[in-house]
């Protein structure tokens, strides 16, 4: 990795972490950090996403940021993001908003049948794994295509 890979890995790191630790309510928060893992696929591409979606859940709750009951999950989310992640990178040349569905789809997918099948949480915990959760990488992923229309136009993307 160059040094300006990794400062871009970085920054985008930071302000994904930033969103997290302002403790604002989790229907502002979720889309953030959907937002910047769409942002640093497109800017980053898929594999410098992956580790920002790996992190954020497990610093999020070494934090105390994610209730501990969300500690057996972590893993799902993980899974989660980086099916987002991987699903979005992959389709997005056919068709971004296509490839943001995909993602969102396969992401509550995952978080939803390890709530169902796999893991013991209490019934709010496993709602909030599992709907909003698709809702909340939607909102992510357009508000995402948004910003980056935004930023090529200042060739960040070159």
Known sequence: M??????KLAILLALTLAFQMLGLPQPITGPAINAMLILSTLIMGPFGAALIGMLTPVIAFLRGILAPPLGP??????????A????????????????????????????????????????PVAKALQFPQLITALVGGLVALIVWAGLQKTGIDK
Not at 2 to 7: A, D, E, G, N
Not at 103 to 113: C, T
């Open 73 to 82: 999950a972590i893993p799902f989310i993980v899974l989660g993001n980086w």
């Open 84 to 123: 987002y992640i991987f699903a979005f990178a992959g389709l997005k040349k056919i068709n971004k908003y296509l490839a943001l569905l995909v993602g969102a789809v396969l992401k509550l997918l995952i978080l939803a049948g390890a709530v169902q099948f796999l893991l013991s949480v209490p019934p």
């Open 2 to 7: 160059t040094v300006r890979t990794l400062t």
